[in-house]
């Protein structure tokens, strides 16, 4: 049985989990959108600093939904949202690279 299945396209990632969730992840130059969950659409925006590395994510109507700094290596040393749960569905942090939250281990 197929708990998840994740397609890469260029640009473009979609994954959909086990509980039949949509996932549809856009790269837009150093910038990502994300849309979560198509019967209740949820969109983020995720803005990067010099080193592409994903600190701020904002929802469609610019509200911050959680905020994240690193240390030199990419482990976390601040998060900060109104909601845990909201927080931990970033899949692209530190240099913009994907995260496997399993292992906690970054995908270069």
Known sequence: QIQSQRNYLPSLDISTNKAKQQTNTLHIG?????????????????????LKTNTLELN?????????SYSPYGATTL??????????????????????????????
Not at 60 to 68: H, N, P, T, V
Not at 81 to 101: A, F, L, M, S
């Open 30 to 50: 150093t910038h990502i959108l994300s849309e979560i969950n198509k019967d209740n659409p949820q969109t983020r925006y995720q803005l990067s600093s010099h």
């Open 60 to 68: 469609d109507q610019a509200q911050i939904i959680s905020y994240e």
């Open 79 to 108: 998060i900060a949202g109104k909601d845990k749960t909201q927080v931990q569905q970033k899949r692209y942090r530190y240099t913009g690279k994907e995260r496997d939250d399993s292992s906690g281990l970054y995908y270069y």
